[in-house]
C-alpha cells in the first residue's frame, strides 16, 4: 500500500521510476524509524516532566523553559512534517530552505536544553570573562551560518558539483561564482558560491576555536 502511494510521487516518476519494493523499503524504513525516534523523544520528555511537576521538582523558572522545550519540540515536528510537504509536489526533493530551518531549529532546541541542563547542575559563580562570551558569542554566529548553508547544500546536493579538496574543482577561486549576475541569489542557490561560502566559514571556526 505504501509503495502504491510512493509510485503516484513526482519523486517515483521523475527519479526512482522503476523501482522495486525491495529498494522502496530502503528509504521507507529510513523514514519510518525517524519518526518512531521523535516519538519517543517526545516520550522520554514528557514522562519525567509530568512526574517532576507533580512532585514539585522544578522552580517556577525551571517550569518556563521546560514548557518553551516543548513547544519548540512541537514546532519541530511541524516544521519537519512542512518539509517533507514540500517534495510531494511537482517539484520531487525538499525545499533546501525548510531543509536549513528543519535543521537550525533542532539545534536550538538541543541548545536550549543543554543550557538548562547546565543551569540546573552548574548553576553560575558570578564570575564572568568578557573576552571570552565575546569571542563564543562570534563563534555562534559563524557556527550557526555553517550549519545554516549545510543544509542548504544537502537539499541542493551541492557537494556533487564539488567534489575536490582543498581546491574547487582544481580552481583556488573557482568559475561561475555569482553566475547570472545577482550576487544575492548565488549565495543562496548557486551551489558553487554556496560551496565556497561553506568551505570559508570552517576555516573561520577552525580559526576562532584555535583562538
Known sequence: REFEAYRASP????????MTVGEFKRIYWWEYVHRLWGRLIGLVFAVPFLIFWRKGRLSPRQ????????????????????????GLDDIPSVSPYRLAAHLLLALFVFSWLWTLMLSVFFPRQGTHYPGIRKLTGWLLVVLTL??????????????LFAPTFPTINGEWIPGGLFAGGNWIAALFENVITMQLVHRLTAVVILLLSSL
Open 63 to 86: 517550569k518556563k523553559h521546560v514548557l518553551i522545550a516543548a513547544a519548540l519540540g512541537g514546532l519541530q515536528g511541524i516544521l519537519g512534517w512542512v518539509m517533507v510537504q514540500s
Open 11 to 18: 519523486q517515483f516518476e521523475q527519479v526512482n521510476y522503476g
Open 146 to 159: 555553517q550549519l545554516f548553508y549545510g543544509g542548504l547544500m544537502s537539499g541542493l546536493k551541492a557537494g
